[in-house]
């Protein structure tokens, strides 16, 4: 039995195998008194599966974008790992009832050790995990005092993904490093506590990779992915830590549980909850379960394994953010200290696993069971994409789900589901198998939380105390790719074929050689990723702002020309390549004639510049939104965007730059950093040409009456009830009688609040169908609404109002949203554009590029960049 006071142990019993290499043999220090480098924890792995080859697998799964590896560890007996493919074959049959009946799988599970997944550091700066890591993989392969040890090894396979981000945790270890003078510094004033811009939790492009899960924006997560379902273990542990003035939080999670997992789900966290508390308690360790962390988003490493039939945990430690860490009661938590408490769930969970194993084993099995019964019976049994204009969105859908282990199934021919007639091409997704319950978190427009929950929440607000929802309640995919999805309440009989992981079909060029004129229908990502790539290989491109008809044709707005005349050389062969690369389509046009809109040399055709690009960087920009909008524009577009520090921005000449955007901004303010000068520098930028863009919170600056560069104003709560007199001035006031409730409330609501802040819900806004920033854009798109943020709808003789959200009975397309905020938000703009001089100021005020999730405001964004850039017209 060990106390905090008494000499500081890992474990109770000393006896390992000298064998097997300890952390110091290795790395010269005992674990816990340093925060170890990706290398060196690579290091450490190669020198455990050396010194027992039969027993550790390593396998890489996925290179972060500096080029760190990604690795798993695979720990088991020498039996066991004998036969692994074996094991993974079990999984997978496992996995599918429909080819593996009952009386099978109950001889698989007689004879299947289940995995355990340790997941460690998805947040870079939440460091005590990965040395954990390293340790239980010690303590399993060397451990002679701990009985559980054979049991684990010998019953089941353990897993470990030592460092989910090593991008974002060498960054930390970095500055932690650079920072530290003589001894470690607990005050948490001192500059090693204290992460500069932009911290360590992210990975390069500054993404949460704890919210990447379903989407795959990131190749951490898709290496992730992939490796799940080649295992699919029955339990998921994501290993973080919280501030360093709290204690230690295990399963189980807390409310609102999402309605589409199964009850046996959130029932075996309690085994695993309560197992932990043993080993605390034994320890004299403090803990807490379920107040916080709940696991609704799917999004999360904590839920998306959920959807398979694991059983998903985050587990979060008090952060020491260093090495030592002087909490609030004057107590110093040490690195070690919480090494310790991530070792000690880690192979707790791994016990708990060993201990029901034939249970787990059964319950995956009838959760694949129960989905495909429930997908044959519930009234929602078939989810279907018609071919659309944007055709490109939903077959990046389709790819998407299919490397999450969906089956998504694509029509050969015609057919018709509930009176709706269905083109070939058309994709069909039916609820009947296992990945049932995520093909309807995923797919269906809404997904409720608990109506007590909620209840709590109103209740909450109504006293000034902040909500519980921990993040967005809106995800549907076909909102935010802004497609049409219809929903059938039978399977529909026709042709199909199984769809595959592809999230984009090359294509060729209609009409061979042309003419005249190459034609690219505006309006979807490849056609922007072919404009894009053609600007930065020289090729001079127009477009039409209207739409148009050629040869019988009905072209819309925003189309792209791109003329045989003004393009020498090999065009053809460049719009071939183009269009393999990007799947745009291209239509080769051999007669100019237009019957209907703006002729090719009309004065709405504008000519397309390559813009330079240019974003704020570093404070006071939110990291997330200045690494997340680069990404957006630079992997997904292929075009570069160089990043400015925003301090820079000042004084330096930006007459090198046609567009410069603004991201969110976190905590700081634009107007401080730049500073007068700053902002006057910025002003004279845009009025001879430049085009100035904000991202959400980021349209404060300019609306600000002090910078006033865009001719709204933001605006404050809306204030429902007479607030009552004045009250004097003076040490005392008159009395009173208060003798309703409702003078009391006219007495202390609060006059000059922001709207109440909003977790994330889909919102529609109408567009505004004949301006260029709306050009090939979706006369209705969805909008993720966060935060406070309302804002005035500009006059029409200062700007336009190019996309408003609709009215308050329409507006909500998903996600739980407050009444007033419902109320206020109705009719106000999301898209806005102002020209200025010969330049262009443009807000979104929510962002369009958060999680870059929301591709169906890819059109809406990169019309504002290039075609922004196009109808600046600078002195050249
Ligand atoms: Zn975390």
Redesign the pocket.
């Known amino acids: 039995m060990t106390t905090a006071q008494d000499e500081f142990r890992f474990w109770t019993d000393d006896d390992y195998d000298p064998a097997i290499p300890s952390i110091e043999q290795v790395l010269g220090y005992a674990p816990g008194e340093r925060i170890t480098w990706h290398r060196d924890a690579i290091r450490y792995f190669e020198a455990l599966a050396e010194a027992a080859p039969d027993r550790v697998q390593i396998v890489e799964y996925a290179q972060s974008w500096q080029g760190r590896e990604l690795i798993y560890v695979a720990l088991s007996s020498a039996d066991n790992m004998d036969r692994i493919e074996d094991v993974k074959a079990g999984m997978q049959s496992l996995r599918d009832p429909r080819q593996t009946p009952p009386d099978e799988a109950e001889a698989i599970i007689g004879n299947q050790p289940p995995v355990t997944w340790l997941s460690y550091g ?2 870079g700066n ?1 460091i005590s995990s990965t040395d954990a890591a390293m340790l239980t993989a010690y303590h399993l392969l060397a451990s002679r005092g701990d009985e559980r040890v054979a049991d684990i090894m010998d019953d089941t396979v353990v897993v470990i993904d030592p460092m989910q981000n090593p991008d974002g945790r060498d960054r930390f270890i970095h500055h932690f490093t650079s920072s530290l003078g003589l001894e470690p510094d607990s005050d948490r004033l001192s500059a090693e506590h204290d992460e500069p811009w932009p911290g360590g ?1 992210t990975n390069h492009y500054l993404f949460d990779m ?1 919210r990447d899960w379903f989407i795959m924006t990131q190749p951490e997560t898709r290496g992730r992915i992939a490796a799940l379902q080649e295992w699919y273990p029955v339990v998921f542990v994501d290993a ?3 501030g360093g003035d709290s204690t230690y939080f295990f399963a189980p999670e807390a409310v609102p549980y999402n309605p589409h997992l199964a009850a046996d789900q959130t029932e075996s966290l309690q085994l695993f909850g309560r197992n932990h508390a043993r080993w605390f308690d034994e320890f004299g360790l403090d803990y807490f379960t379920r107040e916080i962390y709940d696991a609704f988003y799917p999004g999360y490493g904590a839920s998306w394994p959920s959807y398979y039939g694991g059983i998903a945990m985050t587990y ?1 430690q008090a952060s020491s953010r260093g090495l030592v860490f002087r909490q609030y009661d004057g107590n110093d938590l040490t690195y070690a200290y919480t090494v310790r408490n991530q070792f000690l769930t880690s192979l707790s969970t791994a016990e708990t696993v060993a201990v029901n194993r034939e249970k787990f084993l059964t319950d995956f099995y009838d959760y694949q069971v129960t989905a495909i019964e429930e997908g044959e019976q519930e009234e929602n049994r078939a989810y279907l994409f018609p071919v659309q204009a944007d055709q490109a969105a939903v077959t990046r859908i389709s790819g998407l789900l299919t490397r999450q282990g969906v089956e998504v199934l694509r029509a050969t021919g015609a057919f018709d589901a509930c009176g709706i007639d269905y083109a070939a091409g058309s994709y069909l997704i039916r609820a009947d198998q296992p990945a049932k319950r995520f093909v309807r978190t995923l797919l269906e427009p809404q997904v409720s939380m608990e109506d007590d929950f909620l209840a709590e929440q109103e209740e909450r607000r109504a006293n000034n105390l902040p909500d519980q929802i921990y993040d967005v309640t809106a995800w549907s995919l076909p909102h935010m790719f802004n497609v049409d999805m219809n929903i059938c309440d039978r399977v529909p009989a026709g042709e199909f074929e199984a769809a595959g992981p592809e999230l984009f079909i090359p294509a060729e060029v209609q009409g061979g050689e042309a003419q005249v004129a190459y034609l690219v229908p505006w309006g979807s990502a490849p056609a922007a990723r072919l404009l894009a790539k053609g600007l930065l290989a020289g090729l001079d491109i127009k477009s039409n702002d209207l739409a148009f008809t050629n040869l019988g044709r009905d072209y819309p707005a925003g189309t792209l020309i791109i003329d045989v005349a003004d393009n020498p050389g090999d065009l053809y062969g460049t719009m071939s390549e183009l269009a393999r690369e990007t799947g745009a389509e291209v239509v080769a046009v051999n007669d100019s004639w237009v019957t209907d809109g703006p002729s090719f040399g009309s004065g709405n055709v504008v000519r397309f510049n390559a813009p330079r690009v240019a974003i704020a960087w570093d404070e006071p920009t939110a990291a997330y939104s200045a690494g997340n909008t680069r990404f957006v524009i630079e992997r997904q577009f292929d075009y570069p965007v160089t990043p400015i520090r925003t301090d820079r921005l000042g004084s330096a000449d930006l007459d090198r730059y046609q567009v410069l955007l603004l991201p969110l901004t976190a905590g700081g303010s634009y107007n401080s950093t730049l500073g007068e000068a700053g902002v006057e520098n910025l002003k004279n930028w845009v009025s001879d040409g430049g085009v100035l863009i904000a991202m959400g919170n980021a349209t404060r600056f300019l609306a600000d009456p002090e910078v006033d560069l865009l001719a709204v104003r933001r605006e404050r709560a809306v204030v429902e009830v007479e607030p009552g007199e004045e009250e004097e001035e003076g040490a005392t006031v008159a009395g009173t009688y208060l003798t309703e409730e409702e003078q009391f409330r006219q007495r202390t609501i609060a006059l000059e609040d922001s709207p109440y802040p909003v977790s994330g819900v889909m919102a529609r806004a109408d567009v505004h169908p004949e301006h260029w920033l709306a050009a090939g854009v979706a006369p209705v798109l969805n909008v993720l609404i966060r935060g406070s943020e309302i804002y005035t709808p500009i006059r029409i003789d200062d700007g336009v109002n190019v996309a408003r959200f609709q009215g308050s009975d329409e507006l909500l397309a998903s996600g739980y949203l407050w009444e007033e905020n419902r109320r206020q938000l109705a009719y106000k703009p999301f898209a806005l554009s102002q020209p200025r001089g010969a330049g262009q100021v443009i807000a979104f005020t929510q962002d369009p590029t958060v999680r870059a999730y929301l591709d169906g405001l890819n059109v809406i964004l990169v019309n504002a960049i290039f075609r922004g850039s196009a109808h600046a017209r600078p002195v050249r």
Do not use: A, L
């Open positions: 998805v947040h939440e939790r704890n973080h830590e919280m979060e």
